[in-house]
Nanobody
Framework: QVQLVESGGGLVQAGGSLRLSCAAA?????????MGWYRQAPGKQREVVAV???????NYADSVKGRFTISRDNAKKTVYLQMFNLKPEGTGVYYC???????????WGQGTQVTVSS
């Protein structure tokens, strides 16, 4: 089973930056197809923030385009989310997920809390 461990969240003022990391620990899976970041704001459903394929193509939610950058280190099975110019609406718990064998994992890690103060 793949274990997802997110880290890097915190409290930051609007306009600040954070870098999130997510390690997908798995002894049997050597690579993942897509890796992505999701956000769940208070009282809202979880939504996709950014996704990166194994080939390097990326997709971002419109709300973060130009401010967030997703990257991955396949050797470390880790995906990152560099967030610049954070806004208060970016507050929430950030989760990662990975795709293996064509399917996203049906479960989530503990997430990492990001709080952006105005």
């Amino acid at each position: 089973q793949v274990q997802l461990v997110e880290s890097g969240g915190g409290l930051v003022q609007a306009g600040g930056s954070l870098r999130l990391s997510c390690a997908a620990a798995s002894g049997r899976i050597f690579s993942f197809n897509e890796m992505g970041w999701y956000r769940q704001a208070p009282g809202k459903q979880r939504e996709v923030v950014a996704v990166m394929s194994s080939g390097g193509s990326t997709n971002y939610a419109d709300s973060v385009k130009g401010r967030f950058t997703i990257s991955r280190d396949n050797a470390k099975k880790t995906v990152y989310l560099q967030m610049f110019n954070l806004k208060p609406e970016g507050t929430g718990v950030y989760y990662c997920n990975v795709q293996s064998g064509g399917s996203w994992l049906p479960y989530w890690g503990q997430g990492t809390q990001v709080t952006v103060s105005s």
